[in-house]
């Protein structure tokens, strides 16, 4: 069992920035390739970013493609991951709730139901 939990979502203007991270925890969170979903109101979650467990292979929509990117930090001593989404040149249409996601393979995936552990998520807003 993994427990994910997310910091770091708020208001920002356009064009502005900001940094989510998620902690997972437990069971080698670390053999786990995880990821970004969002899912902003009335509309069906999609993918932001992914990576796998490694950090070597990285995924992005196509609609943040170069303005975020997808990081980990391991700490194996600690059986704890750290996963970070830096965004810029944020958009109003980047609204949404962000949810961190890990799976149980080394490898990623862009499809969110391959994804067995879920944080609450985060809000991000993003205003004019």
């Known amino acids: 069992q993994i427990q994910i939990v997310e910091s770091g979502g708020g208001m920002v203007q356009a064009g502005g920035s900001l940094r989510l991270s998620c902690a997972a925890s437990?069971?080698?969170?670390?053999?786990?390739?995880m990821a970004w979903f969002r899912q902003a109101p009335g509309k069906e979650r999609e993918l932001v970013a992914a990576?796998?467990?490694?950090?070597?292979?990285?995924?992005?929509?196509?609609s943040v493609n170069g303005r975020c990117t997808i990081s980990r930090d391991d700490d194996r001593d600690m059986a704890k991951t750290t996963l970070h989404l830096q965004m810029h040149a944020l958009k109003p249409e980047d609204t949404a709730v962000y949810y961190c996601?890990?799976?149980?393979?080394?490898?990623?995936?862009?499809?969110?139901?391959?994804?067995?552990?879920w944080g609450q998520g985060t809000q991000v807003t993003v205003y004019p």
């Open positions: 996601a890990a799976k149980d393979s080394l490898f990623l995936s862009r499809d969110g139901a391959t994804y067995e552990y």
């Open positions: 990576i796998d467990y490694k950090g070597g292979d990285t995924a992005y929509a196509d």
């Open positions: 437990g069971r080698n969170a670390w053999t786990d390739a």
